[in-house]
């Protein structure tokens, strides 16, 4: 459990990483991309571990660190989601002042950093190069949030590395469909009208990548 | 709220969640997706895997390049206090109307200003983008909402009661999502009046006279 707010520091990841994989092993032996990727997941731990020093260190040494990897890749979201180089730099920017800003709201037992900076940067995506209000589920009531089980923050951040690498080794045809529906402002027909597929093509495809993206977490 | 009250059926479809996550979805349609998650935990789940793809996406997107002084820019901003997460608007628990909707209506069942809309339903239509619609529909037990067509895509969410149509029965809850291949007649339920949050990103085509040169005064 993670009972101290900074109980995970950088270098415990290392060991915090065998130990798991040591437990672990058998669930993801000798399947391919299943297998456990202890590198990628060391990365998002490492994510992790800047977040929480931004939380309570206010420590912009880590803050530096994510900004250089992360604000380049939303700046490239927000382009290809057809914002001029101009106006994506201002909201990159945003984006990463709103990590800061709302580090305390992170869970690593419910999302890696990448899946948190991305929803960020499509709410602001959403405000600025839309225009549009943008309504949010309800959050959930079940009481006050226990700090995240530090086992279950390993799982969810290696679960999400497994996809990254799922994604990585989809077909190109198909990672470029899934791509164009998550960048563009292009909707399904509009893919269909650019690329000469048929929509039911193009659904299926999607669909057949996302399948393939799922078995690959099982 | 709703999660405990009735097993929800009928559920987003994997381009909505897809859309919803990505950001690409008209106004209208984000504000019935939102509302279906806040009743619907198997959809809150798969939301959380369709953001998650979107991260990776996005991770492996082309980086590009900032701007030089972008680090200190951002620095300052957040010294400056510009960006400061603000509490959101108030919320009521256990309202017919979840969380997001509630943000988009100004009252409560009784008190809103329904229009009538012709056979004894009324509307209200919410205010978001153009690129799609989206009211509130108040159908009285066991009436039916004219036989209708769509040229686009409707989603359908019952909030209270129930209705039935030829594809099934739909409980508070439940999304129906029609295409243009769908041409429905919704009943609602004896017992209790049926309010729904339907959004369309097309007119609806009524198939009787009158119907549709009510629509034409009506807005639908």
Redesign the interface.
Same mark, same amino acid.
């Given at each position: 459990m993670l009972t101290e707010p900074n109980a995970l520091t950088k270098a415990d990841v290392p060991h915090v990483i065998a130990g798991y994989d040591d437990g672990h092993t058998k669930r993801v032996r000798g399947t391919g991309i299943k297998q456990l990727n202890t590198e990628a997941t060391a990365k998002r731990m490492a994510w992790v571990v800047q977040v929480n020093a931004v939380r309570d260190d206010k420590d912009?040494k880590a803050?530096?660190e994510l900004?250089?990897y992360f $604000?380049?890749?939303? +700046?490239?979201?927000l382009?290809?989601?057809g914002a001029s #180089?101009d106006l994506?730099?201002e909201c990159?920017?945003?984006v990463?002042?709103?990590l800061?800003?709302?580090a305390h709201m992170f869970d690593p037992a419910?999302?890696?950093v990448?899946?948190?900076?991305?929803?960020i $940067?499509?709410?602001r +995506?959403?405000d600025i190069l839309?225009?549009?209000?943008? #309504?949010?589920?309800?959050?959930?009531?079940w009481g006050p949030e226990a700090e995240p089980d530090q086992a279950d923050a390993i799982g969810l951040q290696q679960e999400?590395a497994q996809?990254?690498q799922a994604?990585?080794t989809l077909p190109a045809e198909q990672?470029q469909l899934?791509?164009r529906?998550?960048?563009?402002?292009?909707?399904?027909s509009q893919i269909a009208a650019e690329t000469g597929l048929p929509l039911g093509t193009i659904?299926s495809r999607?669909?057949l990548a996302?399948d393939r993206?799922r078995h690959a977490m099982k | 709220m709703m999660n405990d009250m009735k097993q929800i059926k009928h559920h987003l479809t994997e381009p909505l969640l897809m859309g919803y996550a990505a950001g690409t979805l008209p106004e209208a349609f984000n504000l019935v997706v939102a509302t279906h998650i806040s009743m619907c935990d198997d959809c809150r789940a798969a939301l959380v895997e369709y953001e998650a793809v979107g991260g990776e996406v996005m991770l492996d997107a082309e980086p590009v390049d900032i701007a030089e002084d972008a680090l200190a820019a951002t620095l300052a901003m957040i010294e400056a206090g510009t960006g400061a997460p603000t509490t959101g608007p108030v919320r009521t628990k256990n309202s017919v109307f979840p969380g997001p909707l509630q943000d988009y209506v100004n009252g409560d069942i009784d008190s809103l200003k329904w229009r009538k809309v012709g056979g004894g339903v009324s509307q209200l239509v919410l205010n978001t983008s153009k690129d799609a619609s989206v009211r509130l529909l108040r159908i009285p037990a066991g009436t039916a909402v004219p036989d209708h067509g769509h040229r686009g895509t409707e989603l359908t969410l019952v909030l209270q009661g129930a209705f039935t149509d030829e594809e099934d029965r739909f409980g508070a809850g439940d999304v129906e999502v029609a295409n243009e291949d769908l041409h429905h007649t919704p009943v609602a339920e004896d017992g209790m009046d049926c309010i729904c949050l339907a959004a369309t990103d097309a007119p609806l085509r009524f198939n009787g006279l009158v119907p549709r040169i009510a629509q034409r005064f009506i807005g639908i």
């Open positions: 912009r803050f530096a900004f250089g $604000a380049p890749r939303v +700046k490239s979201f382009m290809k989601s #180089p994506a730099e990159t920017q945003e990463m002042a709103t800061w800003n709302k419910k999302a890696s990448s899946t948190w900076i991305f929803t $940067a499509r709410n +995506k959403i839309r225009k549009q209000r943008r #309504p949010e589920p309800e959050d959930l009531t999400t996809l990254g994604l990585a990672r899934i791509e529906a998550y960048f563009g402002e292009l909707s399904h659904k999607i669909r996302l993206l | -």
